[in-house]
């Protein structure tokens, strides 16, 4: 089955670290460019980083410095590592895949992972 | 970065009915525009793909047209599981950008 299954997900203080794992399945992983979108209670998604097949990263200006995106192609996983937390950081994180063909949408996601951040 | 605003924020509709949706971008994006389903505790779901292409599985009753700033999302006949948000999504460069979404709802 083709799927992306998130987990380390949890409660944080202000100023905590926490790292986030991806597991993907039913498809060639390294041959994908994949990304990490988050979405705060009641708000639209907000796109985080992305990771192309061949190591290139961009991240959002709201997480730079802060959050690393990084995969490990033996284990079909991608991570992100957060670091410096704050409450805005509070949402349900999802991994997703980019859309092969043009590399401008996310085609398959998981079911995403909650992290709140507490004061 | 580029902004998307969408519009209505909420629609109305029943089942049967025709639905427009629309976003609008701060700027050109070509046709790098994508449309996602959302429903409560789920993740999103791609609809469309280059503001005109349907994403496998995806049925015919979901179109997308558009280019540059101004796009549509329509769903044709209305079912029940359809009510739902519809976000749109950039990706001309990056950062991606996704609009703050129309719910819509059964009247």
């Known amino acids: 089955e083709v799927q992306l299954v998130e987990s380390g997900g949890g409660l944080v203080q202000r100023g905590g670290s926490l790292r986030l794992s991806c597991v993907a399945s039913?498809?060639?992983?390294?041959?994908?460019?994949m990304s990490w979108v988050r979405q705060a209670p009641g708000e639209g998604p907000e796109w985080v980083s992305v990771i192309y097949s061949g190591g290139t990263i961009y991240s959002a200006d709201s997480v730079k410095g802060r959050f690393t995106i990084s995969r490990d192609n033996s284990k079909n996983t991608v991570y992100l590592q957060m670091n410096s937390l704050r409450v805005e950081d509070t949402a349900v994180y999802y991994c997703?895949?980019?859309?092969?063909?043009?590399?401008?949408?996310?085609?398959?996601w998981g079911r995403g992972t909650l992290l709140t951040v507490s004061s | 970065e580029i902004v998307l605003t969408q519009s209505p924020a909420t629609l109305s509709l029943s089942p049967g009915e025709r639905a427009t949706l629309s976003c609008r971008a701060s700027q050109s994006v070509s046709s790098y525009l994508a449309w996602y389903q959302q429903k409560p505790g789920q993740a999103p779901r791609l609809l469309i793909y280059?503001?005109?292409n349907r994403a496998t599985g995806i049925p015919a009753r979901f179109s997308g047209s558009g280019s540059g700033t101004d796009f549509t999302l329509t769903i044709n006949s209305l079912e029940p599981e359809d009510f739902a948000v519809y976000y749109c999504?950039?990706?001309?460069?990056?950062?991606?950008?996704f609009g703050q979404g129309t719910k819509v709802e059964i009247k």
């Open positions: 039913g498809f060639t992983f390294r041959n994908n460019h």
């Open positions: 999504q950039q990706r001309s460069d990056w950062p991606a950008t």
């Open positions: 280059d503001a005109s």
């Open positions: 997703a895949r980019v859309e092969q063909w043009l590399g401008r949408s996310f085609d398959l």
